[in-house]
């Protein structure tokens, strides 16, 4: 059985560190892209960055793009999402989610979600 589970939520404060992390177990993901997306009070889930897991190549929305710093821990099968100096609109709920490419990327497994909130 597949599992994602993401931590590291909570409150933090503006100005700190926050980092989310997802521990993957249940399968061998080695062929798959890890991503994670984020969902603000009010909006739509979106697409934040991915990382192929078994090169560690990297993507990000342009939205975020030197905002968030995504990366994985292969021997903990754990993928992480850093971002320094977060400001309260970075409050969300951030989602991890595993994904095949198969003409295009289908995200095929997701985790809970972590709450996130940046207190100013």
């Known amino acids: 059985q597949v599992q994602l589970v993401e931590s590291g939520g909570g409150l933090v404060q503006a100005g700190g560190s926050l980092r989310v992390s997802c521990a993957a177990s249940g399968r061998t993901f080695s062929s798959y892209y890890m991503g994670w997306f984020l969902q603000a009070p009010g909006k739509e889930r979106e697409f934040v960055a991915r990382?192929?897991?078994?090169?560690?190549?990297?993507y990000y929305a342009d939205s975020v793009k030197g905002r968030f710093t995504i990366s994985r821990d292969n021997v903990k099968n754990t993928v992480y999402l850093q971002r320094d100096s977060p400001k309260p609109e970075d409050t969300a709920v951030y989602y991890c989610a595993a994904g095949l490419l198969v003409g295009v990327l289908r995200w095929d497994y997701w985790g809970q979600g972590s709450q996130v909130t940046v207190s100013s």
């Open positions: 990382i192929k897991w078994s090169s560690g190549s990297t």
